[in-house]
């Protein structure tokens, strides 16, 4: 059973607690937790109406407690139940009613204790082609050329991984130092690289028989993804000669 937020409905209109915190903060809070979290996924999250942080008179965003406590909340139900954001904005409204919320257990029950099963499919949250042009603030001939590279691309039912909104929104960025699409593709082949090399490592994990080995493919897949990123961004820095911070 779900906890009700503290904050109810006017949970991003006063700082309860005292000290507001900037969305990089935040991000620095959540990612103890929620590793995988990046600003873009927070603004996303906000251009959805899931979160409301306070705005200074400059327009920079504030967080206060309650914020990051309902970031907390939608993040894990995305996590660990695969919930659509749609679902998700019904429990948030339900749990500031003040009624509990049941969420669905994932798999089988074995002596008391559930077993997560393995999951069809993508279990990404996904986004329409509107929503990530919102959240990344790019407009439809921006999309059209990085899709013609192949730096983002659409499943076949016209929605995106909301991954998306953080490569357009890098994509934008490199743009501004003169940085073309073109010039990406290189980048975009090495990721897809990458990603092979992860599959071929785990690939008998999700072909096992076992349901609960099978369910572990997917924190192997974590796993192992971060640690390509994080070997990736050391090998760029020691070609570059620069240490970030």
């Given at each position: 059973?779900?906890?009700?937020?503290?904050?109810?409905?006017?949970?991003?209109?006063a700082a309860t607690d005292g000290g507001l915190m900037s969305i990089g903060t935040?991000?620095?809070?959540?990612?103890?937790?929620?590793?995988?979290?990046?600003?873009?996924?927070?603004?996303?999250?906000?251009?959805?109406?899931?979160?409301?942080?306070?705005?200074?008179?400059?327009?920079?965003?504030?967080?206060s407690t309650?914020?990051?406590?309902?970031?907390?909340?939608?993040?894990?139900?995305?996590?660990?139940?695969?919930?659509?954001?749609?679902?998700?904005?019904?429990?948030?409204?339900?749990m500031e009613r003040g009624e509990a919320v049941q969420l669905p257990?994932?798999?089988?029950q074995r002596d008391g204790e559930a077993v997560p099963e393995a999951v069809e499919g993508p279990t990404a949250a996904r986004i329409g082609r509107a929503e990530l042009?919102?959240?990344?603030?790019?407009?439809?001939?921006?999309?059209?050329e990085w899709e013609?590279?192949?730096?983002?691309?659409p499943f076949p039912d016209g929605a995106y991984d909301a991954e998306a909104v953080t490569v357009a929104s890098l994509i934008a960025e490199l743009g501004r130092f003169g940085i073309e699409p073109r010039h990406l593709r290189v980048m975009k082949a090495?990721?897809?690289?990458?990603?092979?090399?992860?599959?071929?490592?785990?690939?008998?994990?999700?072909?096992?028989?076992n349901p609960q080995t099978r369910a572990h493919a997917e924190a192997r897949t974590k796993e192992l993804a971060c640690l390509t990123v994080k070997l990736h961004a050391a090998l760029v820095q020691t070609a570059l000669g620069v240490r970030l911070p």
């Open positions: 059973m779900l906890q009700t937020p503290r904050g109810g409905a006017g949970h991003g209109t935040v991000l620095t809070v959540l990612r103890d937790e929620f590793p995988e979290v990046t600003i873009s996924k927070i603004r996303f999250l906000e251009s959805e109406g899931l979160i409301e942080p306070q705005r200074t008179p400059s327009g920079y965003r504030k967080f309650e914020d990051v406590e309902r970031l907390g909340h939608v993040l894990r139900m995305q996590r660990d139940h695969y919930l659509p954001l749609k679902v998700i904005r019904e429990h948030l409204e339900a257990v994932l798999g089988r042009l919102a959240a990344a603030e790019i407009g439809e001939r921006e999309l059209e013609s590279y192949g730096l983002i691309a090495a990721a897809d690289r990458e990603a092979g090399l992860v599959d071929q490592v785990v690939a008998p994990l999700k072909r096992h028989r």
